[in-house]
């Protein structure tokens, strides 16, 4: 098992920053990926980045490329996400998430485990 805990969410102006962070803990040793996923109100669950624990190779979407910066540092067991730029859109929960296997990392059904999630509000 692995738990995530993510923070650092709160309220922010449009153009602004955050930056979240997801702790991991316990069988930290076989996770294969970590990543970020949001979900807006009405909206599906949607990709937002990703990072290969061992050699820290990133995956963003579309929406987030160029303002969104993923990393992680593996002695913390911890994952970031440094959102800039931010804009009203981007408001949503965001959760963190690991998995364990190879492949489809923007599928958040492969994904095993989940943190609690955390809230963006950006305003306008």
């Known amino acids: 098992q692995v738990q995530l805990v993510e923070s650092g969410g709160g309220l922010v102006q449009a153009g602004g920053s955050l930056r979240l962070s997801c702790t991991a803990s316990?069988?930290?040793?076989?996770?294969?990926?970590m990543g970020w996923f949001r979900q807006a109100p009405g909206k599906e669950r949607e990709f937002v980045s990703s990072i290969t624990w061992s050699v820290g190779s990133t995956n963003y979407a579309d929406s987030v490329k160029g303002r969104f910066t993923i990393s992680r540092d593996k002695n913390k067991n911890t994952m970031y996400l440094q959102m800039d730029s931010l804009k009203p859109e981007d408001t949503a929960i965001y959760y963190c998430a690991s998995k364990t296997t190879y492949g489809l990392v923007t599928k958040g059904d492969y994904y095993e485990y989940w943190g609690q999630g955390t809230q963006i509000t950006v305003s306008s």
């Open positions: 316990g069988r930290t040793f076989s996770m294969y990926y």
